[in-house]
């Protein structure tokens, strides 16, 4: 965890935001900077690095248009997986082992957006599971 | 299959050897200490790890803790081995920050566990 400056403006307006999304600072910049980063050019001679980052950017353009479509994805599919490519359902089943049979079968490792079809369109992952540091200071 | 608690935390934990593969190429790296935590909902892998196999990511999420604190991750889709057992399609958050293997309850929930805590041992049945 690093301490980042900002001027009073942005913090103003990234806590109005924050708020109108239901969501903290922290986790918005986060999201924010990954998308960003996402978007630039990848820095050459990272192998994995360079490869991840344009799946990154694949996938966040397909979890934007999952989010866009929400709604109508959640009536038709609720309690289902679906596979999104190219911002189109192509595939969805209630078994996620099987979804992801076909879905590395007919697309290999492309980027492929798999998700249960649930309430909230960015899935919460919840870790209950703190630590004691004896060493704090 | 039986393990012994790791002691490199205080107090002792139970923690289950884990291998994992990019999906389908049943090309295998590990064995790595996983921690066995039941309070997580989803098993998380650092990225170094990751890397060695190169597996898709399927989406972004967000990691939360108990008390609300929150940080984006990605779900990657790997094979992941326990013992004899190949468990496939296992969605696993990347973690660029640490070094230790946690399942979580994505993965916990479709074994059968004992944890004979005063022996400091995790029996896999």
């Given at each position: 965890m690093i301490q980042v400056s900002l001027s009073e403006h942005t913090i103003g307006k990234l806590r109005q935001m924050a708020e109108r999304k239901g969501t903290d600072i922290s986790e918005l910049l986060d999201r924010a900077i990954e998308r960003y980063l996402a978007d630039e050019p990848s820095i050459p001679d990272q192998g994995w690095g360079v490869e991840r980052d344009g799946q990154i950017a694949q996938i966040e353009r397909e979890q934007q248009a999952y989010e866009t479509q929400h709604k109508q994805i959640l009536e038709a599919y609720a309690g289902q997986y679906i596979a999104m490519r190219h911002g189109k359902v192509v595939?969805?089943?209630?078994?996620?082992?099987?979804?992801?049979?076909r879905v590395r079968t007919k697309f290999g490792n492309e980027p492929v957006l798999i998700t249960p079809v649930l309430d909230e369109a960015r899935q919460t992952i919840v870790v209950r599971s703190p630590r004691l540091l004896e060493n704090m200071a | 299959m039986i393990r012994t608690y790791s002691s490199l935390i205080v107090?002792?934990?139970?923690?289950?050897?884990?291998?994992?593969?990019?999906?389908?190429?049943d090309e295998w790296n590990?064995?790595?200490?996983?921690?066995?935590?039941?309070?997580?909902?989803?098993?998380?892998?650092?990225?170094?790890?990751?890397?060695?196999?190169?597996?898709?990511?399927?989406?972004?999420?967000?990691?939360?803790?108990?008390?609300?604190?929150?940080?984006?991750?990605?779900?990657?889709?790997?094979?992941?081995?326990?013992?004899?057992?190949?468990?496939?399609?296992?969605?696993?958050a990347g973690d660029p920050f640490s070094e230790e293997v946690i399942l979580g309850r994505n993965v916990l929930n479709r074994l059968d566990l004992r944890l004979e805590g005063p022996a400091l041992r995790t029996h896999l049945m």
């Amino acid at each position: 965890m690093i301490q980042v400056s900002l001027s009073e403006h942005t913090i103003g307006k990234l806590r109005q935001m924050a708020e109108r999304k239901g969501t903290d600072i922290s986790e918005l910049l986060d999201r924010a900077i990954e998308r960003y980063l996402a978007d630039e050019p990848s820095i050459p001679d990272q192998g994995w690095g360079v490869e991840r980052d344009g799946q990154i950017a694949q996938i966040e353009r397909e979890q934007q248009a999952y989010e866009t479509q929400h709604k109508q994805i959640l009536e038709a599919y609720a309690g289902q997986y679906i596979a999104m490519r190219h911002g189109k359902v192509v595939d969805h089943d209630l078994d996620r082992i099987v979804i992801g049979k076909r879905v590395r079968t007919k697309f290999g490792n492309e980027p492929v957006l798999i998700t249960p079809v649930l309430d909230e369109a960015r899935q919460t992952i919840v870790v209950r599971s703190p630590r004691l540091l004896e060493n704090m200071a | 299959m039986i393990r012994t608690y790791s002691s490199l935390i205080v107090p002792p934990i139970p923690v289950l050897d884990v291998a994992l593969s990019a999906p389908m190429l049943d090309e295998w790296n590990g064995p790595f200490i996983a921690i066995v935590d039941s309070g997580a909902d989803f098993t998380i892998v650092p990225l170094d790890f990751l890397k060695r196999i190169q597996p898709p990511v399927v989406k972004p999420v967000i990691l939360s803790s108990q008390w609300r604190d929150k940080r984006s991750a990605y779900l990657y889709e790997v094979d992941l081995r326990i013992g004899d057992v190949t468990f496939p399609a296992v969605d696993v958050a990347g973690d660029p920050f640490s070094e230790e293997v946690i399942l979580g309850r994505n993965v916990l929930n479709r074994l059968d566990l004992r944890l004979e805590g005063p022996a400091l041992r995790t029996h896999l049945m």
